[in-house]
């Protein structure tokens, strides 16, 4: 998986809840993503970011933030979770103009 | 929006037979092209990419052809296996700040019968 890992790989959560999705890398790329995947819609991205302390938003950003302190960390944070952001979330990480190489994912599910 | 897209959600094959996977794009801005398979519970795995100034690029069993006149992208599995079971999704994108910010289609899913 190309040194990516997810934490965690499940999770269970109740509505209205915070909760932290973590990708870490130990390629030392520069961009790293973050997509939700769910039936009909395929990958969807939600925040990328191409460098420390810089993000920006992809298409379904709305109800998700995301923090980069060090090259090898990529947090999505869900303030306040919805039965709407259960999904299959998958990190990803790419060289300049290079190819991405995704993580095997986190399952979260929102009660 | 401008997206990707997929002409079969499913594809049948025999152990053997040749492969092929169809996708259309609609963005004539996109210069880079990639194909991705993903197996069940697993992340999508890059299986080889194309820029938009090639027409062909063959990896091992694998061949992509990118047709810019019609906005159409192709995988070619050579040997069929029943390996290659999975999802495959094609993605397009264009350089953005040095990066490609890559949009996916839905995915076809090819099965291999023994």
């Known amino acids: 998986d190309a040194g990516i890992t997810q934490s965690p790989r499940h999770k269970v959560t109740e509505t209205g809840t915070p909760v932290t999705l973590r990708c870490h890398q130990t390629e030392n790329h520069r961009y790293m993503y973050w997509y939700r995947q769910d039936p009909g819609h395929g990958l969807r991205l939600i925040h990328y970011?191409?460098?420390?302390?810089?993000?920006d938003k992809g298409e379904v950003s709305d109800g998700y933030s995301v923090s980069r302190s060090k090259t090898e960390d990529f947090l999505l944070t869900l303030e306040s979770a919805t039965s709407s952001q259960t999904s299959v979330y998958f990190c990803?990480?790419?060289?300049?103009?290079?190819?991405?190489?995704f993580g095997p994912g986190t399952r979260l599910t929102v009660l | 929006g401008e997206s990707v897209g997929l002409h079969l959600p499913t594809l049948s094959v025999q152990e053997g037979d040749n492969s092929i996977i169809n996708c259309a794009y609609s963005?004539?801005?996109?210069?880079?092209f990639i194909w991705y398979k993903q197996e069940s519970g697993k992340g999508p795995q890059f299986i080889i990419d194309?820029?938009?100034?090639?027409d062909k690029r063959q990896g091992q069993r694998v061949t992509v052809l990118l047709n810019k006149t019609v906005k159409h992208l192709s995988l070619q599995i050579a040997a069929t296996q029943p390996g290659d079971s999975a999802v495959y999704f094609c993605a397009e994108s264009r350089a953005s700040g040095g990066s490609y910010i890559p949009t996916f289609g839905r995915g076809t899913s090819l099965i291999v019968h023994p």
């Open positions: 970011s191409y460098g420390v302390k810089d993000t």
């Open positions: 990803a990480i790419s060289g300049s103009y290079n190819e991405q190489f």
């Open positions: 194309i820029r938009s100034n090639m």
């Open positions: 963005n004539s801005a996109s210069d880079y």
